[in-house]
Protein backbone atom coordinates (compact mmCIF):
# COMPACT_ATOMS: atom_id res chain seq x y z
CA UNK A 1 0.00 0.00 0.00
CA UNK A 2 1.36 3.73 -1.01
CA UNK A 3 0.99 6.58 0.81
CA UNK A 4 -1.55 8.18 -0.02
CA UNK A 5 -0.98 11.60 1.79
CA UNK A 6 2.83 12.08 1.04
CA UNK A 7 1.26 11.71 -2.99
CA UNK A 8 -1.29 14.23 -2.12
CA UNK A 9 1.15 16.85 -0.69
CA UNK A 10 3.25 16.73 -3.69
CA UNK A 11 0.37 18.04 -5.94
CA UNK A 12 0.05 21.80 -6.19
CA UNK A 13 -3.57 21.38 -4.40
CA UNK A 14 -1.92 19.11 -1.76
CA UNK A 15 0.63 21.61 -1.05
CA UNK A 16 -1.85 24.84 -0.61
CA UNK A 17 -3.72 22.40 1.73
CA UNK A 18 -1.01 21.27 3.65
CA UNK A 19 0.57 24.96 4.29
CA UNK A 20 -2.81 26.74 5.25
CA UNK A 21 -3.73 24.16 7.69
CA UNK A 22 -0.37 23.45 9.15
CA UNK A 23 -0.29 20.02 8.18
CA UNK A 24 2.73 16.71 8.23
CA UNK A 25 4.45 18.13 4.91
CA UNK A 26 6.54 14.77 3.98
CA UNK A 27 9.37 16.07 1.76
CA UNK A 28 10.66 14.02 -1.08
CA UNK A 29 14.30 12.20 0.25
CA UNK A 30 16.84 12.09 -1.94
CA UNK A 31 18.21 8.14 -2.22
CA UNK A 32 21.07 6.70 -3.86
CA UNK A 33 21.70 7.30 -7.42
CA UNK A 34 24.60 5.71 -9.01
CA UNK A 35 27.22 8.19 -10.20
CA UNK A 36 25.79 11.00 -8.24
CA UNK A 37 27.69 13.29 -5.74
CA UNK A 38 28.06 12.30 -1.42
CA UNK A 39 25.93 15.58 -1.46
CA UNK A 40 24.02 17.88 -3.43
CA UNK A 41 25.99 20.87 -3.52
CA UNK A 42 29.21 22.52 -1.36
CA UNK A 43 30.13 21.19 1.96
CA UNK A 44 30.86 23.70 4.62
CA UNK A 45 33.48 22.78 6.79
CA UNK A 46 33.89 24.54 10.31
CA UNK A 47 36.05 23.18 13.44
CA UNK A 48 36.56 24.25 16.99
CA UNK A 49 40.16 25.91 17.38
CA UNK A 50 42.09 22.70 18.28
CA UNK A 51 40.03 20.06 16.64
CA UNK A 52 41.58 16.93 15.39
CA UNK A 53 39.44 15.97 12.53
CA UNK A 54 39.33 19.22 9.82
CA UNK A 55 42.03 17.91 7.69
CA UNK A 56 41.87 14.23 7.29
CA UNK A 57 37.86 15.48 7.08
CA UNK A 58 38.86 17.77 4.25
CA UNK A 59 41.47 14.93 2.50
CA UNK A 60 38.96 12.41 2.05
CA UNK A 61 36.19 14.88 0.89
CA UNK A 62 38.88 16.14 -1.45
CA UNK A 63 39.44 12.19 -2.75
CA UNK A 64 35.82 11.57 -3.07
CA UNK A 65 35.70 14.97 -5.39
CA UNK A 66 33.63 17.02 -3.14
CA UNK A 67 33.51 20.54 -3.44
CA UNK A 68 34.87 21.98 0.10
CA UNK A 69 34.13 25.44 1.60
CA UNK A 70 36.01 26.54 4.95
CA UNK A 71 33.55 30.15 4.81
CA UNK A 72 30.16 30.86 3.79
CA UNK A 73 29.20 32.84 0.69
CA UNK A 74 26.75 35.29 0.36
CA UNK A 75 23.96 33.09 -1.78
CA UNK A 76 26.10 29.80 -1.57
CA UNK A 77 23.22 26.65 -0.95
CA UNK A 78 25.53 24.10 0.68
CA UNK A 79 24.76 20.33 0.52
CA UNK A 80 25.99 19.42 4.00
CA UNK A 81 27.32 20.95 6.67
CA UNK A 82 30.32 19.44 8.80
CA UNK A 83 31.37 20.22 12.26
CA UNK A 84 34.80 19.10 14.12
CA UNK A 85 33.96 19.66 17.42
CA UNK A 86 36.82 18.01 19.11
CA UNK A 87 38.24 21.02 20.28
CA UNK A 88 35.43 22.35 22.73
CA UNK A 89 36.98 21.74 25.75
CA UNK A 90 34.53 23.20 28.34
CA UNK A 91 30.70 24.77 28.30
CA UNK A 92 31.94 27.96 27.21
CA UNK A 93 33.41 26.40 23.68
CA UNK A 94 30.28 25.50 22.56
CA UNK A 95 29.46 29.15 21.67
CA UNK A 96 31.35 27.88 18.42
CA UNK A 97 28.63 25.53 17.60
CA UNK A 98 26.54 28.32 17.95
CA UNK A 99 28.78 30.45 15.45
CA UNK A 100 29.23 27.70 13.08
CA UNK A 101 25.25 27.17 12.91
CA UNK A 102 23.55 30.27 13.07
CA UNK A 103 24.15 32.16 9.51
CA UNK A 104 24.45 28.65 7.72
CA UNK A 105 21.51 27.16 9.18
CA UNK A 106 19.00 28.07 6.33
CA UNK A 107 22.00 27.72 3.27
CA UNK A 108 21.12 23.83 3.59
CA UNK A 109 19.82 22.32 0.50
CA UNK A 110 16.91 20.36 0.43
CA UNK A 111 17.69 16.49 1.61
CA UNK A 112 20.98 18.03 2.95
CA UNK A 113 22.80 16.39 5.39
CA UNK A 114 24.66 17.97 8.86
CA UNK A 115 27.18 16.11 10.38
CA UNK A 116 28.84 17.09 14.02
CA UNK A 117 32.10 15.60 14.91
CA UNK A 118 33.25 14.73 18.43
CA UNK A 119 35.31 13.14 21.07
CA UNK A 120 33.21 10.50 23.18
CA UNK A 121 32.31 11.60 26.93
CA UNK A 122 33.64 8.69 28.07
CA UNK A 123 36.98 8.86 26.07
CA UNK A 124 37.28 12.69 27.67
CA UNK A 125 40.08 13.24 30.11
CA UNK A 126 38.53 16.22 32.17
CA UNK A 127 35.09 16.66 33.30
CA UNK A 128 34.59 19.72 31.66
CA UNK A 129 35.67 18.35 28.40
CA UNK A 130 33.12 15.13 29.09
CA UNK A 131 30.06 17.11 29.98
CA UNK A 132 30.88 19.51 26.85
CA UNK A 133 31.05 16.64 23.98
CA UNK A 134 28.17 15.19 25.54
CA UNK A 135 26.00 18.26 25.19
CA UNK A 136 26.41 17.69 21.11
CA UNK A 137 23.78 15.14 21.66
CA UNK A 138 21.27 17.38 22.44
CA UNK A 139 21.94 20.32 19.52
CA UNK A 140 22.66 17.59 16.70
CA UNK A 141 18.77 16.02 18.03
CA UNK A 142 17.24 19.53 17.92
CA UNK A 143 18.76 20.46 14.06
CA UNK A 144 17.37 16.97 13.22
CA UNK A 145 14.02 18.79 14.11
CA UNK A 146 14.02 21.90 12.86
CA UNK A 147 15.94 22.10 9.91
CA UNK A 148 13.12 19.84 7.81
CA UNK A 149 12.98 19.46 3.62
CA UNK A 150 14.69 15.82 4.46
CA UNK A 151 17.51 17.55 5.73
CA UNK A 152 19.69 14.79 8.41
CA UNK A 153 21.75 15.70 11.56
CA UNK A 154 23.94 12.62 13.26
CA UNK A 155 27.16 13.13 15.59
CA UNK A 156 29.57 11.34 15.30
CA UNK A 157 31.99 10.40 18.25
CA UNK A 158 35.85 9.40 16.80
CA UNK A 159 37.56 8.24 19.01
CA UNK A 160 41.31 9.58 19.17
CA UNK A 161 43.56 7.17 17.00
CA UNK A 162 40.74 6.64 14.37
CA UNK A 163 41.13 9.70 12.35
CA UNK A 164 41.75 7.57 9.62
CA UNK A 165 38.87 5.14 9.84
CA UNK A 166 35.96 7.72 9.35
CA UNK A 167 35.70 7.48 5.73
CA UNK A 168 33.38 4.58 5.27
CA UNK A 169 30.62 6.97 7.77
CA UNK A 170 31.22 9.79 5.94
CA UNK A 171 30.61 8.49 3.02
CA UNK A 172 27.09 6.62 4.21
CA UNK A 173 25.86 9.71 5.87
CA UNK A 174 26.71 12.40 3.50
CA UNK A 175 25.38 10.34 0.57
CA UNK A 176 21.38 9.23 -0.34
CA UNK A 177 21.80 5.93 1.59
CA UNK A 178 21.51 7.39 4.76
CA UNK A 179 18.05 9.19 3.81
CA UNK A 180 16.09 7.89 6.79
CA UNK A 181 19.01 7.92 8.96
CA UNK A 182 18.30 11.06 11.42
CA UNK A 183 19.47 12.00 14.78
CA UNK A 184 21.67 9.43 15.40
CA UNK A 185 24.36 9.01 17.59
CA UNK A 186 27.49 7.00 15.76
CA UNK A 187 31.31 5.69 17.59
CA UNK A 188 33.96 5.13 15.47
CA UNK A 189 36.44 3.37 17.44
CA UNK A 190 40.55 3.59 16.95
CA UNK A 191 42.39 2.06 14.72
CA UNK A 192 42.90 1.14 11.26
CA UNK A 193 39.87 0.79 8.62
CA UNK A 194 40.90 -1.06 4.88
CA UNK A 195 39.32 0.96 2.28
CA UNK A 196 37.61 -0.86 -0.55
CA UNK A 197 39.39 -0.93 -3.64
CA UNK A 198 35.97 0.39 -4.94
CA UNK A 199 33.39 2.26 -2.77
CA UNK A 200 30.62 1.42 -5.21
CA UNK A 201 31.42 -2.23 -4.77
CA UNK A 202 32.89 -2.47 -1.55
CA UNK A 203 32.13 -6.08 -1.06
CA UNK A 204 33.43 -7.11 -4.15
CA UNK A 205 34.81 -11.14 -3.02
CA UNK A 206 32.59 -11.30 0.52
CA UNK A 207 30.15 -13.85 1.05
CA UNK A 208 26.95 -13.00 3.11
CA UNK A 209 24.53 -14.21 4.39
CA UNK A 210 20.92 -12.93 4.61
CA UNK A 211 17.95 -14.65 6.53
CA UNK A 212 14.35 -13.73 6.27
CA UNK A 213 15.39 -13.17 2.94
CA UNK A 214 12.39 -14.05 0.73
CA UNK A 215 10.32 -10.67 1.49
CA UNK A 216 10.55 -6.95 2.65
CA UNK A 217 13.40 -6.09 4.46
CA UNK A 218 15.72 -9.25 4.14
CA UNK A 219 15.16 -9.05 -0.03
CA UNK A 220 15.90 -5.16 -0.17
CA UNK A 221 19.14 -6.31 1.78
CA UNK A 222 20.04 -8.88 -0.38
CA UNK A 223 19.76 -6.75 -3.61
CA UNK A 224 21.61 -4.05 -1.87
CA UNK A 225 24.65 -6.47 -0.74
CA UNK A 226 24.52 -7.78 -4.02
CA UNK A 227 24.69 -4.66 -5.91
CA UNK A 228 27.91 -3.83 -3.78
CA UNK A 229 29.51 -6.72 -4.98
CA UNK A 230 28.76 -9.67 -2.72
CA UNK A 231 27.92 -12.79 -3.40
CA UNK A 232 24.39 -13.69 -1.23
CA UNK A 233 23.16 -16.70 0.51
CA UNK A 234 19.66 -15.81 0.65
CA UNK A 235 17.88 -18.21 3.46
CA UNK A 236 14.30 -18.50 4.45
CA UNK A 237 11.74 -21.35 5.72
CA UNK A 238 10.96 -23.69 3.25
CA UNK A 239 6.99 -22.34 3.16
CA UNK A 240 8.76 -19.21 0.91
CA UNK A 241 10.64 -21.37 -0.85
CA UNK A 242 9.13 -19.66 -4.52
CA UNK A 243 9.77 -16.11 -3.28
CA UNK A 244 13.12 -16.94 -1.75
CA UNK A 245 14.44 -18.40 -5.20
CA UNK A 246 13.25 -15.70 -7.07
CA UNK A 247 15.17 -13.24 -4.75
CA UNK A 248 18.09 -15.50 -4.94
CA UNK A 249 18.15 -15.53 -9.04
CA UNK A 250 17.58 -11.95 -9.45
CA UNK A 251 20.93 -11.43 -7.34
CA UNK A 252 22.64 -14.37 -9.04
CA UNK A 253 22.78 -15.66 -5.22
CA UNK A 254 22.41 -18.79 -3.54
CA UNK A 255 18.66 -19.98 -2.13
CA UNK A 256 18.78 -21.77 1.52
CA UNK A 257 15.46 -23.22 2.64
CA UNK A 258 16.12 -23.33 6.04
CA UNK A 259 14.06 -23.20 9.68
CA UNK A 260 16.26 -21.97 11.64
CA UNK A 261 13.62 -23.01 14.76
CA UNK A 262 14.95 -27.02 13.85
CA UNK A 263 17.16 -28.65 16.03
CA UNK A 264 19.29 -29.45 13.25
CA UNK A 265 18.97 -26.12 11.83
CA UNK A 266 23.33 -25.17 12.93
CA UNK A 267 24.66 -28.48 11.52
CA UNK A 268 22.69 -27.60 8.26
CA UNK A 269 24.21 -24.16 7.85
CA UNK A 270 27.19 -25.00 8.99
CA UNK A 271 27.40 -27.87 5.98
CA UNK A 272 26.18 -25.41 3.45
CA UNK A 273 28.65 -22.72 4.51
CA UNK A 274 31.98 -24.99 4.30
CA UNK A 275 33.71 -22.37 2.22
CA UNK A 276 32.78 -19.92 5.16
CA UNK A 277 30.94 -16.35 4.90
CA UNK A 278 32.03 -12.72 5.55
CA UNK A 279 29.18 -11.11 6.11
CA UNK A 280 25.57 -12.04 8.42
CA UNK A 281 22.68 -10.23 8.81
CA UNK A 282 19.94 -11.38 11.14
CA UNK A 283 16.74 -10.74 9.59
CA UNK A 284 14.61 -13.01 9.99
CA UNK A 285 11.79 -12.42 12.44
CA UNK A 286 8.32 -12.76 13.34
CA UNK A 287 5.23 -11.36 15.36
CA UNK A 288 2.34 -12.67 17.55
CA UNK A 289 1.22 -9.94 18.88
CA UNK A 290 -1.67 -10.14 21.88
CA UNK A 291 -0.89 -8.07 25.26
CA UNK A 292 0.88 -10.36 27.71
CA UNK A 293 -2.37 -10.81 29.87
CA UNK A 294 -3.89 -12.10 26.75
CA UNK A 295 -0.75 -13.93 25.08
CA UNK A 296 -0.23 -18.07 25.55
CA UNK A 297 3.19 -19.23 26.56
CA UNK A 298 3.74 -20.52 22.44
CA UNK A 299 3.24 -17.02 21.19
CA UNK A 300 5.99 -16.12 23.52
CA UNK A 301 8.47 -18.71 22.84
CA UNK A 302 8.19 -18.69 19.15
CA UNK A 303 8.66 -15.40 18.82
CA UNK A 304 11.94 -14.97 21.51
CA UNK A 305 12.85 -18.93 19.96
CA UNK A 306 13.21 -17.09 15.85
CA UNK A 307 13.66 -13.19 16.81
CA UNK A 308 16.53 -13.71 19.23
CA UNK A 309 17.91 -17.39 20.11
CA UNK A 310 17.72 -17.68 16.21
CA UNK A 311 20.90 -15.28 16.13
CA UNK A 312 22.44 -16.79 18.78
CA UNK A 313 22.79 -19.73 17.48
CA UNK A 314 23.91 -18.93 14.44
CA UNK A 315 26.80 -16.59 15.86
CA UNK A 316 27.43 -19.72 17.90
CA UNK A 317 27.96 -21.90 15.06
CA UNK A 318 29.93 -19.35 12.60
CA UNK A 319 32.19 -18.31 15.42
CA UNK A 320 33.03 -21.40 17.42
CA UNK A 321 33.65 -23.22 13.64
CA UNK A 322 35.70 -21.03 12.38
CA UNK A 323 33.29 -20.01 9.67
CA UNK A 324 33.39 -16.17 10.04
CA UNK A 325 36.92 -14.73 10.92
CA UNK A 326 39.03 -11.73 10.48
CA UNK A 327 36.97 -8.84 8.90
CA UNK A 328 33.87 -10.20 9.47
CA UNK A 329 30.50 -8.33 9.64
CA UNK A 330 27.56 -9.39 11.52
CA UNK A 331 24.44 -7.13 11.47
CA UNK A 332 21.12 -7.84 13.65
CA UNK A 333 18.06 -6.34 12.47
CA UNK A 334 16.25 -5.07 15.94
CA UNK A 335 13.50 -2.94 15.74
CA UNK A 336 12.48 0.78 17.58
CA UNK A 337 10.25 -1.53 19.62
CA UNK A 338 13.18 -3.50 21.66
CA UNK A 339 13.88 0.50 22.74
CA UNK A 340 10.95 1.99 23.00
CA UNK A 341 8.36 -0.91 23.44
CA UNK A 342 4.63 -1.25 21.99
CA UNK A 343 1.29 -1.89 23.34
CA UNK A 344 0.75 -5.81 22.10
CA UNK A 345 4.40 -6.66 21.72
CA UNK A 346 5.52 -7.69 25.14
CA UNK A 347 7.36 -10.14 23.23
CA UNK A 348 8.60 -9.01 20.27
CA UNK A 349 9.95 -6.08 22.06
CA UNK A 350 11.64 -8.38 24.47
CA UNK A 351 13.10 -10.34 21.56
CA UNK A 352 14.61 -7.29 19.71
CA UNK A 353 15.73 -5.37 23.26
CA UNK A 354 17.68 -8.71 23.83
CA UNK A 355 19.32 -8.80 19.72
CA UNK A 356 20.84 -4.67 21.31
CA UNK A 357 22.15 -6.76 24.19
CA UNK A 358 23.89 -9.48 21.94
CA UNK A 359 25.46 -6.81 19.51
CA UNK A 360 26.47 -5.12 23.07
CA UNK A 361 27.19 -7.56 24.70
CA UNK A 362 29.33 -9.82 21.84
CA UNK A 363 31.18 -6.53 20.50
CA UNK A 364 34.33 -7.00 23.28
CA UNK A 365 34.94 -10.23 22.20
CA UNK A 366 34.03 -10.13 18.62
CA UNK A 367 36.47 -7.28 18.24
CA UNK A 368 39.35 -9.40 19.70
CA UNK A 369 38.65 -11.97 16.67
CA UNK A 370 38.38 -8.66 14.07
CA UNK A 371 34.96 -9.34 13.85
CA UNK A 372 32.63 -6.34 14.38
CA UNK A 373 28.60 -6.77 15.39
CA UNK A 374 25.84 -4.31 14.88
CA UNK A 375 22.41 -3.77 14.80
CA UNK A 376 20.27 -1.17 12.70
CA UNK A 377 16.30 -0.20 14.37
CA UNK A 378 14.13 0.04 12.33
CA UNK A 379 10.81 2.06 12.95
CA UNK A 380 7.90 2.37 10.51
CA UNK A 381 8.90 1.17 7.65
CA UNK A 382 6.19 0.60 4.05
CA UNK A 383 6.26 -3.74 4.28
CA UNK A 384 3.46 -5.55 4.11
CA UNK A 385 3.27 -6.01 7.41
CA UNK A 386 2.82 -2.06 7.95
CA UNK A 387 0.41 -2.34 4.98
CA UNK A 388 -2.32 -4.81 7.33
CA UNK A 389 -1.69 -2.16 10.77
CA UNK A 390 -4.81 -0.10 10.89
CA UNK A 391 -5.12 2.83 9.21
CA UNK A 392 -5.26 5.57 12.26
CA UNK A 393 -1.92 3.57 13.80
CA UNK A 394 -0.10 3.43 10.57
CA UNK A 395 -0.77 6.99 10.04
CA UNK A 396 0.74 8.00 13.33
CA UNK A 397 3.34 5.57 12.21
CA UNK A 398 4.23 7.61 8.94
CA UNK A 399 4.01 11.14 10.82
CA UNK A 400 5.75 11.13 13.96
CA UNK A 401 9.05 11.48 12.75
CA UNK A 402 11.01 14.30 11.45
CA UNK A 403 10.76 13.21 8.01
CA UNK A 404 6.75 13.18 8.34
CA UNK A 405 6.23 9.67 6.26
CA UNK A 406 7.29 5.65 6.61
CA UNK A 407 10.88 4.47 5.31
CA UNK A 408 11.44 1.91 2.62
CA UNK A 409 13.43 -1.46 2.79
CA UNK A 410 15.68 0.03 1.07
CA UNK A 411 16.99 2.65 3.63
CA UNK A 412 17.21 -0.21 6.71
CA UNK A 413 19.15 -2.07 3.52
CA UNK A 414 21.78 0.90 2.81
CA UNK A 415 22.14 1.27 6.35
CA UNK A 416 23.05 -2.70 6.56
CA UNK A 417 25.56 -2.39 3.94
CA UNK A 418 27.68 0.13 5.42
CA UNK A 419 28.12 -1.09 8.44
CA UNK A 420 29.20 -4.60 6.41
CA UNK A 421 31.73 -2.53 4.62
CA UNK A 422 35.28 -3.34 5.10
CA UNK A 423 35.93 0.18 5.83
CA UNK A 424 33.40 0.25 8.86
CA UNK A 425 35.71 -1.83 10.70
CA UNK A 426 35.94 0.45 13.72
CA UNK A 427 32.09 0.56 14.07
CA UNK A 428 31.29 -2.37 16.81
CA UNK A 429 28.81 -2.39 19.41
CA UNK A 430 25.95 0.10 17.62
CA UNK A 431 22.46 0.04 17.38
CA UNK A 432 21.47 2.64 14.60
CA UNK A 433 17.90 3.75 14.09
CA UNK A 434 16.77 3.76 10.53
CA UNK A 435 13.42 5.75 11.56
CA UNK A 436 13.57 9.41 10.06
CA UNK A 437 14.31 10.17 13.69
CA UNK A 438 11.02 8.91 15.53
CA UNK A 439 9.01 10.96 18.12
CA UNK A 440 9.21 7.45 20.06
CA UNK A 441 12.33 6.29 22.31
CA UNK A 442 15.36 7.82 22.94
Not at 10 to 39: C, Q, Y
Not at 412 to 418: F, K, R, Y
Request: aromatic share 4%.
Amino acid sequence: MGDTYASFTNTGLGRTVVRRLGLPDPPRLRRHDPGAPLAPGPVLLGAAPGGRLGCPVRDLLDRAGTDVRGAIAGGTRHGALIFDATGILDSAGLRALYDFFHPAARSVLGSGRVVVLGTAPELCGPAREATAQRALEGLVRSIGKEFGRGVTAQLVYVAPGGEEAIESTLRFLLSGRSAYVSGQVIRVGAGPATAPADWDRPLAGKAALVTGAARGIGAATARVLARDGAEVIALDVPAAGDALADVANEVRGRALQLDLTAPDSGERLAAHLTGGVDVVVHNAGITRDKTIARMDAARWDSVLDVNLAGPERINDVLVERGLIGDGGRIVGVASIAGIAGNRGQTNYATAKAGLIGLVQSCAPDLAGRGITINAVAPGFIETAMTARMPVLLREAGRRMNSMAQGGLPIDVAETIAWLASPGSGTVTGTVVRVCGQSLVGA
